[in-house]
């Protein structure tokens, strides 16, 4: 039987499907999802900035990623823990650059 939770604004925090998984989440005042957990021991924690983009992600496995926003939300810069950087250009995609560990 499957089941789902949800929270006062109506944001799921809880579902298990009939094989038996499970996950949980959490959301911050804003309704983004700041951490999840499965039964399967996986887990997540994301960051947010006041515009609500993801400035940090970090998971259970040890990758961890941060990504920065110009002043429309539009994503400029991305890091990784596996040493991948990529800086976008909005205004000219064929100027995106890429640097690998």
């Known amino acids: 039987m499957e089941i789902r939770e949800y929270d006062q604004n109506e944001n799921p925090v809880h579902y298990r499907d009939s094989d038996g998984f499970e996950c949980w989440l959490k959301y911050d005042s804003n309704g983004n999802q700041i951490y999840y ?4 021991s996986f887990e997540c924690w ?9 400035i940090h992600y970090q998971n259970s496995n040890g990758f961890e ?4 926003y110009d002043s429309n939300g539009n994503e400029i810069y991305y ?5 991948i950087q990529h800086w976008h250009h909005t205004s000219n995609p064929f100027l995106d650059s890429y640097v690998t560990a």
């Open 65 to 68: 990623c941060w990504r920065e």
């Open 79 to 83: 890091r990784d823990s596996n040493g």
């Open 37 to 40: 957990r499965g039964s399967n």
């Open 46 to 54: 994301r960051e947010y900035d006041s515009n609500g983009n993801e």
